[in-house]
């Protein structure tokens, strides 16, 4: 993600409600299975930021965190210059 940057977000759910926070940010967000919802998520600064389920989802729930890089917004196109195809994702496990 380029710091600095507003990013439109649309999110959902294939199976059940999750709710996650950005933290370092005052920011949560709700996947609902069935429905999409959009936000505007923007981060200020450059730097490594988890993503952590805080809904209880199931047996797997404790496992579900994922991470976002911000990077300068200058430095963006070389970082996906740089990436391998498996790398790529929209989201995932880490």
């Known amino acids: 993600m380029p ?3 507003a990013a439109h977000l ?3 759910s ?3 409600e999750h709710k996650f926070s950005v933290n370092g940010l005052d920011y949560q967000a709700e996947a609902t299975p069935g429905v999409v919802t959009e936000d505007i998520l923007n981060f200020p600064k450059p730097g490594d930021y988890d993503v ?3 809904e209880f989802c199931g047996a797997g729930h404790y496992a579900m965190r994922s991470e976002v890089r ?5 430095d963006l196109r070389e970082d996906f210059r740089n990436l391998r ?3 790529r994702v929209t989201c995932g496990p880490r």
């Open 3 to 5: 710091a600095g940057v």
């Open 10 to 12: 649309r999110i959902t």
């Open 14 to 16: 294939a199976d059940v």
């Open 52 to 54: 952590p389920c805080r």
């Open 70 to 74: 911000a990077v300068p917004r200058e």
């Open 85 to 87: 195809p498996d790398e």
